[in-house]
């Protein structure tokens, strides 16, 4: 948890039962539209990696890039986007996860790394864990080195988290929610 965690935790919204029956969707939008909250939010990526000299910000489509420009703005590294699969117009590589049901793919231009390069990887939201773990993956194959994974929202209950620390990687979230919150 971070510093602003408590407080970042306060600005997300919960939408029980969407976008099915049983699902608490947390809501980043609230966060998104309170300036003081998502100023505080970048702030505390800023602060946890400022020192780490980072090459890119790679982020993951949709939700992550609004987290991961902003981050790359501030400490004056390159952008990535990891997109899903079909979006990138030059030369791709892909990686394919399992979904609750079925499978997605994303995918990560072939010259978007230098080899070595130091990259954090980010995301609004770790749930099962499988479109982050799809994402590191990808990088570590294109040669780049992942410093570290981040998020707003840990949904830790999930084993997402545990899952990407399992396969070797840093997990950092600024706060986390469990089901019944
Ligand atoms: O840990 P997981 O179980 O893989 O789930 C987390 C992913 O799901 C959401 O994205 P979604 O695919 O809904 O796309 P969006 O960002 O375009 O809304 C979220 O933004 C993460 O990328
Ligand atoms: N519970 C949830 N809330 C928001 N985004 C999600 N992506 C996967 N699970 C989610």
Redesign the pocket.
Known sequence: MSIYGDYIKSVIRTVPDWPEQGVNFRDITPLLQNSAAFRKLIDSFVHRYQEMNLDAIAS?????FIIGAPLAYELGCSFVPVRKKGKLPFKTISETYT?EYGHSEVELHSDAFQKDDRILLM??????????LAAANLIQRSGGHVVETATIIDLPE?G?SQKIRDAGYSVFAVCSFTEDE
């Open positions: 993951i489509d949709a939700r992550g979904l995301d609004d939201l770790i749930a099962t864990g499988g479109t982050m999930l997402g």
